[in-house]
């Protein structure tokens, strides 16, 4: 089976736009929060992208701008390459502002049509599985790449900032009442935000091929779902824990340097996630770090840009501090940090949870 290797990637979040700029801000552990102007959100912190405020149509569609303008790349990628499109809800906005006597707009179709003008793409699909659908996104791609039924591909997620969905995690009770705190002991609640994020997916010779220079290489992945309940994980973290196995394995039971988690910030999720990773790697858990602390819960766009920092932070042997962090929750003291460490050489595990039971472990490794 062929190597896929992440030939080029682009970004655009509340932390600003551009790989580069992104993980120099995860790094230096900057939060981007701030309530939204475009609805009210009675006082609820989000990871904005505020240059999206105003204007027609939706937001969604400045929010692709933003990313085809820091991925130059794109445009050397053969026309015939297809886009895999990950997204919980599209551009919801659409539905948000239209008539109620009107047919209900298709907020992930619009989506995609949008997607496949902006990067002048000739077919593509939707990928949808709720949270993990960024992992899952960058998963089919990278299999087509690697079975060579495909030289490359685009593999994107997009999600924005909504009433519609705030308005959803709201009422399950989910949102933090200040922000994300990630594997924090006093953690109360997710923060959502909105970003959009995309890799060129290829293999070595294709790269080499169209003249790029990779960045990492997708070496293996693994799924699972526990069906404990609608929304929350199976609290054992034993479901999650087979897909890591099933990764490791396909990988070839690669050294993992460090974990970049789901970690919501949620008490259920980041439990979860914690008694997974002790029962695969008993008390020598690799570092652990989540970006959500940083820019937010961005959906579909998650696994997408975890994809792109794992490949990053192999490259600067740098893992983040987790932003705000205090106390480290039970059982991930040797984990988790308030400030930035070194990270070992080999491969990063990458871990997205959807609604519904999903699991996905992902593994990112350095290319040397």
Known sequence: MRDAVIAAAGMATALGDGVRENVAALLAGKRAFSEPRHFDGKGVKLGLCHELDGGDGSRAGKLLDLLAASFPEAAKLPQEAPLYLATTVGAIDLLERQDSEAEPADGSDALLKLALDRFG?????????????????IVLAAGAVRRGELDCALAAGCDIASEFVTSGFASLGALSA???????????????????????????????????????RIIGW???????????????GRHLAGAIRRALEAAGNPAVAGVIGHGTGTRYNDEAEINALHTVFGGNVPPLFSLKGNLGHTLGATGVIQSVVAAELLKLHRMPPQAGLRTPAPGAEKMVSGAARPLGAGAILSLNVGFGGLNSALIVEELQ
Do not use: K, N
Request: proline content about 6%; some cysteine; glycine content about 10%.
């Open 222 to 236: 693994g799924e699972s779902c526990d069906a404990a309940h609608i929304t929350a994980p199976d609290l054992s």
């Open 178 to 216: 200040s922000a994300a705190r990630p594997y924090d002991a006093e953690r109360d609640g997710l923060t959502l935000g909105e970003a959009a994020a995309a890799v060129i997916l290829m293999s070595p010779e294709a790269a080499e091929r169209h003249g790029f220079t990779p960045l990492g």
């Open 121 to 137: 793409r000739r077919r593509g699909m939707l990928v949808a599985a709720a949270c993990a659908s960024g992992q899952q996104a």
